[in-house]
């Protein structure tokens, strides 16, 4: 007997806002990364985990900027990086941008994100956070749900389906 889940795709618009450092370049040979970023509310610190199967990169946002370490394949610490030099520096650039432009965003992209996925839990595809910025639009054909797959903005606003 098996049993097959249904699939899903679930999109979500969320408002960014402008960039606040110049996107910089991820070494392509190390693949795509799997990320998890955390906010503490408290110290209003933020946290980004960057992981390949090749290693980890753990960064946090302190007092003084912010500090990294690294992790090997199998999750253990290490004192050295798993990757080249380069990819390491390249690395450690990209990673630490993101985490600047996420704790600019923070805690507020957290609570959209838990909206999102609220709606998500609902059974519904589609997620367009509340923006004061010009018109958004997408459009996709035979969207479930009653929802006609359009969102756009009047007056502003953006009108979630």
């Known amino acids: 007997m098996s049993l097959r889940l249904p699939t899903?795709?679930?999109?979500?618009?969320?408002?960014?806002?402008?960039?606040?450092?110049?996107?910089?370049?991820?070494?392509?040979?190390?693949?795509?990364?799997?990320?998890?970023?955390?906010?503490?509310?408290?110290?209003?610190?933020g946290a980004l985990y960057v992981?390949?199967?090749?290693?980890?990169?753990?960064?946090?946002?302190?007092?003084?900027?912010?500090?990294?370490?690294?992790?090997?394949?199998?999750?253990?610490?290490?004192?050295?990086?798993?990757?080249?030099?380069?990819?390491?520096?390249?690395?450690?650039?990209?990673?630490?941008?993101?985490?600047?432009?996420?704790?600019?965003?923070a805690p507020e992209i957290l609570d959209d994100i838990d909206d999102a996925a609220s709606w998500h839990d609902e059974g519904y595809t589609l997620y367009v956070c509340e923006v004061d910025a010009g018109p958004i639009s997408t459009r996709r054909a035979g969207s479930p749900n009653g929802c006609s797959g359009a969102s756009s903005t009047t007056g502003g606003t953006a009108s979630r389906c």
Do not use: I, K, Y
């Open 8 to 45: 899903m795709t679930f999109n979500a618009v969320f408002d960014l806002g402008e960039r606040r450092v110049q996107p910089l370049p991820l070494p392509a040979n190390l693949g795509r990364p799997e990320l998890f970023g955390d906010w503490d509310d408290d110290d209003e610190t």
């Open 51 to 105: 992981g390949f199967g090749t290693g980890q990169l753990h960064l946090e946002t302190t007092a003084n900027g912010v500090d990294f370490h690294f992790h090997a394949a199998d999750g253990s610490d290490t004192d050295e990086s798993p990757w080249s030099p380069s990819d390491t520096r390249m690395l450690v650039d990209w990673a630490s941008a993101l985490l600047v432009e996420f704790g600019a965003l």
